[in-house]
């Protein structure tokens, strides 16, 4: 069973730029998650779609926004990026909505903003 | 508010000594715990979890978790530590009804030959 997929593993953007942000949950799992992380702040919640519905948002400016498609897949965009916003982008996705249920995070898509 | 302490940033162990990484939680009602492990530019792979029932979970790589309630605390252990258990490791408590995690700052751990 694959995990979760995310695209791309690297990337580079100019400050100013928008960047969009790819992923792939494992088959059958309906809820995805985003988190950044940072050194300085660890890893903070973005969001999370759960059925194409944003369930939840964590505490960051309306630059962050997301969506979720018919097949789960998800992706989240950044605009008008700055110099902080260079982190670890990870997504999760996990099988139902109950929360015993564990996450299952993919590599990650490394952002650096120049 | 619902929160995660990792007291400690690093934990040094000799190999073959047993290991306890510390976590604390303050959340509403019953805790969904869970640790999680990070090698270095990857993701994070699921450990452990603790939902309800015994108080000692037991997880991939011979990981163990102890719950305790009244001292609201999830402490990771293994009675053995390898060289390759190196890593960032990381406590989470999950809130009710959503997929949101908040997690600990983080721990390193450094298994030494």
């Known amino acids: 069973k694959a995990g979760v997929t995310q695209t791309p593993r690297y990337l580079i953007k100019t400050r100013g730029q928008q960047v969009t942000l790819s992923c792939s949950p494992i088959s059958g799992h309906r809820s995805v998650s985003w988190y950044q992380q940072t050194p300085g702040q660890g890893l903070q919640f973005l969001f999370e779609?759960?059925?194409?519905?944003?369930?939840n948002k964590g505490n960051f400016p309306g630059r962050f926004s997301g969506r979720q498609f018919s097949n789960s897949r998800s992706e989240m965009n950044v605009s008008t990026l700055e110099l902080g916003d260079s982190a670890l982008y990870l997504c999760?996705?996990?099988?139902?909505?109950?929360?015993?249920?564990?996450?299952?995070f993919g590599q990650g898509t490394r952002l650096t903003v120049v | 508010a619902q929160s995660v302490a990792q007291p400690e940033d690093q934990v040094n162990v000799a190999e073959g000594n047993p290991l306890t990484v510390k976590c604390t939680y303050s959340v509403s009602g019953n805790p969904y715990l869970f640790w999680y492990v990070q090698y270095p530019n990857r993701g994070l792979q699921f450990l452990l979890k603790y939902i309800t029932g015994d108080n000692l979970v037991k997880g991939s790589y011979g990981f163990e978790a102890e719950f305790n309630k009244s001292q609201t605390s999830f402490h990771l252990k293994k009675p053995s530590a390898l060289v390759s258990d190196s890593a960032l490791y990381f406590c989470a408590v999950r809130l009710f009804n959503t997929g949101k995690l908040i997690f600990g700052q983080g721990t390193t751990l450094q298994v030494k030959p």
């Open positions: 999760a996705s996990s099988l139902a909505e109950e929360r015993n249920t564990e996450a299952f």
């Open positions: 779609y759960f059925s194409e519905t944003q369930r």
